[in-house]
């Protein structure tokens, strides 16, 4: 199976080997993998479930001391794994750097999180002999309490955009929550998975941690080995891992990118929201599922929309490894493709291209940022994702009919209102039906301790990161214990 190129879908390989490039300068190979077959991922389900018995007999402490192990040689190896971001998968360096940090903090979260509570204690309820709960003489004795544990085997499918972020935010709740762990990322992110292999590995029980190279039939094999499932990528395939999971009866999470609105109430300060959307939107060549996709103008607002203009204008692709590139490369030539002929259906249809549009020529699958005007809020570029740095300016009379315009489409992930008055802002956010809303802050941007996913077609299942991590790692059973006669 070949998806759209915002992975996290089960993937894609040539042959029986998985094959890096830089999309800066394809002719730079990353590294070149074998694809694991479906048998070699059975092999690693069981050694993992072998380790994962005693990884959850271990005391908590030996846990997250191997989580600590592997934050302290992350952020010794800060600089190789920045530059290794950045030369797999063309992100800026400034926001390599930060993708680094951010994953070595990550890690020691969990760490401590292996010492959080594993349950509940509860007062218990008497007992009678045939076993039902009621009056009795014994009054308010024995135990009654819950108990977090772990599923077992958590299969991992990830997406090549934040190739530790997002590795290290499903692995590490599993593993804190006692699981063994299967990963299994995007064909594209292959030499940054491998690194992530190479540091785990060295922290933890051997085959307590995969890392497993392949296409699709690698990533279904994942799935169907699994005891706990995690996805990010495309609503497409994301649907087929929750079928499949479900089916087997596992538990399964999956997060499938957005249609993300920006909402700019006529009070907001035009420079400073525009330079600020401008970056949401095209940042790492608008390449996050958390870019600002449509921005929702609210009234007549001149100055901002030429301000906005003038900030995407800005914003020419460069080389990523260059200090102050904010635009880099598309992950393929085909990702290019795609929001060049964006444009030109926008165009073809209608609609205003204020800025961008072209490819520039040269080495490398680079594209200008586009901002478009004029599309009906139903046309598909409306709708559907563009996956790279595009964005559709949209028009609204007031703040109830700029929520509904962000509310149109099937997915909500995250949404921003810009704005200087509390009462619109305050009522945006309450009518507004994305996981995420931030407030006079891009929707880009996530705190990893705080619980992350989408409504509608965006999420399905448990929230991501944070301690909603931690549970949805783990089961809870609940115990009662009666107490004895006399």
């Given at each position: 199976?070949?998806g759209r190129?915002k992975?996290?879908?089960?993937?894609s390989?040539v042959?029986e080997?998985?094959?890096s490039?830089?999309?800066?300068?394809?002719?730079d190979?990353?590294?070149?993998y074998p694809a694991?077959?479906?048998?070699q991922?059975q092999?690693a389900?069981?050694?993992?479930?072998?380790?994962?018995?005693?990884w959850w007999?271990?005391?908590a402490?030996?846990?997250?001391a191997?989580l600590?192990?592997a934050?302290?040689?992350?952020?010794?190896?800060?600089?190789?794994?920045?530059?290794?971001?950045?030369r797999?998968v063309g992100k800026?360096?400034?926001?390599a750097a930060?993708?680094?940090?951010r994953s070595?903090?990550i890690?020691?979260?969990y760490a401590?999180?292996?010492?959080?509570?594993l349950g509940?204690?509860?007062?218990?309820?008497?007992?009678?002999r045939g076993g039902?709960?009621g009056?009795?003489?014994q009054?308010n004795?024995?135990?009654?309490?819950?108990?977090?544990?772990p599923h077992?085997?958590?299969?991992?499918?990830?997406?090549?955009n934040?190739?530790?972020a997002?590795?290290?935010w499903?692995?590490?709740?599993?593993?804190a929550a006692?699981?063994?762990?299967l990963?299994k990322p995007?064909?594209?992110?292959?030499?940054?998975?491998?690194l992530?292999?190479?540091?785990?590995?060295?922290?933890?029980?051997a085959g307590?941690l995969?890392?497993l190279?392949?296409g699709?039939a690698?990533?279904?094999?994942v799935?169907?080995a699994a005891?706990v499932?995690?996805?990010?990528?495309s609503v497409?395939?994301?649907?087929?891992?929750?079928?499949?999971?479900?089916?087997?009866g596992?538990?399964?999470?999956?997060?499938?990118g957005?249609?993300?609105a920006?909402?700019?109430l006529p009070d907001a300060?035009?420079?400073?929201?525009?330079?600020?959307v401008?970056?949401?939107?095209m940042?790492?060549?608008?390449q996050?599922?958390?870019?600002t996709r449509r921005i929702?103008v609210?009234?007549?607002?001149?100055a901002f929309?030429?301000?906005?203009?003038?900030?995407?204008?800005a914003?020419?692709?460069?080389d990523?490894a260059?200090?102050?590139?904010?635009v880099g490369p598309?992950?393929?030539?085909?990702a290019?493709?795609k929001?060049?002929?964006?444009?030109?259906?926008a165009?073809?249809d209608?609609?205003?291209v204020?800025?961008?549009?072209s490819?520039p020529?040269?080495d490398?699958?680079f594209?200008?940022?586009a901002l478009?005007?004029?599309?009906?809020p139903?046309h598909?570029?409306?709708?559907?994702?563009?996956?790279?740095?595009?964005a559709?300016?949209q028009h609204?009379d007031?703040?109830?009919?700029?929520?509904?315009l962000?509310n149109?489409?099937?997915f909500?992930?995250?949404s921003s209102?810009?704005g200087g008055?509390?009462?619109?802002?305050?009522?945006?956010?309450?009518?507004l039906?994305t996981?995420?809303?931030r407030?006079n802050?891009?929707t880009?941007g996530?705190?990893?301790?705080?619980?992350f996913?989408?409504?509608?077609?965006?999420?399905?299942?448990h929230r991501e990161q944070?301690m909603?991590a931690?549970?949805?790692?783990a089961?809870t059973?609940t115990?009662?214990?009666?107490?004895g006669p006399?």
């Open positions: 199976m070949t190129t992975d996290g879908q089960l993937g390989a042959g080997l998985i094959r490039v830089s999309p800066q300068r394809p002719a190979v990353i590294g070149e694991r077959t479906p048998e991922v092999a389900a069981g050694q993992a479930r072998d380790s994962q018995r005693d007999r271990a005391a402490a030996a846990r997250s191997a600590s192990a934050a302290a040689q992350l952020r010794a190896r800060r600089d190789e794994a920045a530059a290794l971001i950045t797999e800026p360096a400034g926001e930060g993708e680094v940090a070595v903090s890690l020691e979260y401590q999180a292996c010492f959080a509570e509940a204690h509860y007062p218990p309820s008497a007992v009678d039902q709960a009056s009795s003489a009054g004795t024995g135990l009654l309490y819950t108990e977090r544990r077992g085997v958590a299969g991992l499918i990830t997406p090549w934040f190739p530790l997002i590795p290290l499903k692995a590490a709740p599993a593993l006692g699981n063994a762990v990963l995007s064909p594209e992110a292959a030499g940054c998975a491998e992530i292999g190479d540091i785990l590995g060295g922290c933890l029980p307590l995969t890392v190279p392949g699709a690698t990533g279904a094999a799935v169907a005891d499932v995690s996805f990010t990528g497409q395939v994301g649907r087929q891992v929750a079928i499949t999971a479900t089916g087997r596992v538990p399964v999470q999956c997060e499938m957005g249609q993300n920006a909402i700019i300060d035009p420079a400073a929201a525009a330079a600020m401008a970056g949401a939107a940042g790492y060549a608008g996050k599922c958390t870019a929702i609210v009234g007549q607002q001149h929309v030429a301000a906005l203009t003038a900030a995407v204008a914003l020419a692709p460069a990523p260059e200090p102050g590139t904010v598309l992950i393929t030539d085909s290019r493709a929001v060049l002929a964006a444009v030109a259906l165009a073809a209608g609609a205003r204020l800025t961008g549009g490819g020529a040269g490398g699958w594209a200008e940022p478009v005007d004029g599309l009906p139903g598909p570029l409306c709708q559907q994702e563009t996956f790279g740095p595009f559709v300016l609204a007031d703040v109830d009919s700029a929520v509904a962000a149109g489409v099937e909500g992930l995250v209102v810009h008055s509390l009462g619109p802002l305050l009522g945006a956010v309450a009518g039906d996981g995420l809303i407030v802050a891009p880009t996530v705190d990893f301790y705080a619980p996913g989408g409504e509608k077609a965006s999420g399905l299942g944070g909603a931690l549970a949805f790692y089961s059973r115990i009662t214990i009666a107490a006399g």
